[in-house]
């Protein structure tokens, strides 16, 4: 998935954030299958579960039955159609989740090659924060950063001072 592109910035922050929030002591459970994020949170301490592969946007036993205090999804909410419904069914009361910024620059991802690879929103801040609302959460706290690429243009010095990711510590309401 990440031959010779390891997102050492994102995950760098993504970890520190979820530090920040997050005691080693409370289970996990990570939406998305298994990935290099979530071998990492198990190699800092973490007890994590993953998902399975299946499609969050209509099938959400896997979320509906567990049993951990935590939800975490990283990059997960915008290749859904619909991420306001696995958000209402979670039941854990904490959530830690990122997603790429829509860039005004840019389009919209979408593999050529891998048809579970693409993103179906590209995300604003507000957008984001307002989705979560809605189903339920409020958030804490948050964070944003760059993805500097090492290439020479116009597109790769904007992605050096505009932000790419963002990262949202929420708690669901009346918790």
Same mark, same amino acid.
């Not at 970890?15 to 929030?21: G, R």
């Not at 854990?92 to 979408?110: I, Q």
């Given at each position: 998935?990440?031959?010779?592109?390891?997102?050492?910035?994102?995950?760098?922050?993504?970890?520190?954030?979820? @530090?920040?929030? %997050?005691?080693?002591?409370?289970?996990? =459970? +990570? =939406?998305? *299958?298994?990935?290099?994020? /979530?071998?990492?949170?198990?190699? @800092?301490?973490?007890? !994590?579960?993953?998902?399975?592969?299946? +499609?969050?946007?209509?099938?959400?036993?896997? !979320?509906?039955?567990?049993?951990? +205090? *935590?939800?975490?999804?990283?990059?997960?909410?915008?290749?859904? *159609?619909?991420?306001?419904? #696995?958000?209402?069914? %979670? $039941?854990?009361? $904490?959530? *830690?989740?990122?997603? &790429? =910024?829509?860039?005004?620059?840019?389009?919209?991802?979408?593999?050529?090659?891998?048809?579970?690879?693409?993103?179906?929103?590209?995300?604003?801040?507000?957008?984001?924060?307002?989705?979560?609302?809605?189903?339920?959460?409020? !958030?804490?706290?948050?964070? $944003?950063?760059?993805? &500097? #690429?090492? $290439?020479?243009?116009?597109?790769?010095?904007?992605? /050096? %001072?505009?932000?790419?990711?963002?990262? !949202?510590?929420?708690?669901?309401?009346?918790?």
């Amino acid at each position: 998935m990440y031959e010779n592109n390891f997102p050492n910035k994102r995950f760098k922050h993504t970890s520190a954030f979820l @530090q920040k929030h %997050i005691t080693t002591d409370k289970p996990i =459970l +990570d =939406l998305g *299958v298994e990935n290099p994020f /979530s071998k990492l949170m198990k190699d @800092q301490g973490y007890s !994590v579960e993953n998902t399975h592969g299946e +499609d969050l946007d209509l099938e959400f036993a896997s !979320v509906r039955n567990s049993t951990a +205090d *935590v939800i975490t999804a990283f990059e997960i909410f915008e290749h859904l *159609v619909a991420p306001f419904n #696995v958000l209402r069914e %979670i $039941k854990a009361t $904490k959530l *830690v989740a990122s997603v &790429p =910024l829509r860039l005004w620059f840019s389009n919209a991802y979408k593999s050529k090659t891998d048809s579970w690879d693409r993103h179906y929103h590209e995300f604003e801040d507000w957008q984001f924060d307002w989705l979560l609302e809605k189903s339920g959460w409020e !958030v804490k706290d948050r964070s $944003k950063w760059t993805n &500097p #690429v090492k $290439k020479l243009g116009i597109r790769p010095l904007l992605r /050096s %001072i505009t932000p790419r990711y963002y990262i !949202v510590y929420a708690e669901r309401k009346n918790s």
